[in-house]
């Protein structure tokens, strides 16, 4: 018998998840974590399993975000 390869389709790409969220941000007028934490809820999917899809510039708002509410630190902030 031959093995067939096992495919795992993604829930969501690095795309799909900026747009879900610059949606939610502007239109909910949501802060990018609390976006993020909902496309997260509503996909059933671990905060802490999305953010490897988490670059670019959606990485770069959130730290911006996240430097701005003091959150991290503005001279050394690194989210992930």
Avoid: W
């Avoid at 399993?49 to 959606?58: E, V």
């Avoid at 991290?72 to 690194?78: D, L, Q, S």
């Amino acid at each position: 018998m031959k093995k067939q390869a096992v495919v795992i389709v993604p829930s969501i790409t690095k795309e799909d998840l900026r747009n879900q969220v610059e949606l939610l941000v502007h239109k909910d007028q949501m802060t990018y974590a609390e976006a993020i934490c909902e496309v997260c809820e509503g996909l059933s999917i671990d905060p802490q399993d999305i953010t490897r899809l988490i670059a670019g510039p959606l990485k770069a708002k959130l730290e911006a975000e996240a430097m701005s509410r003091n959150i991290i630190k503005t001279n050394t902030g690194k989210l992930f």
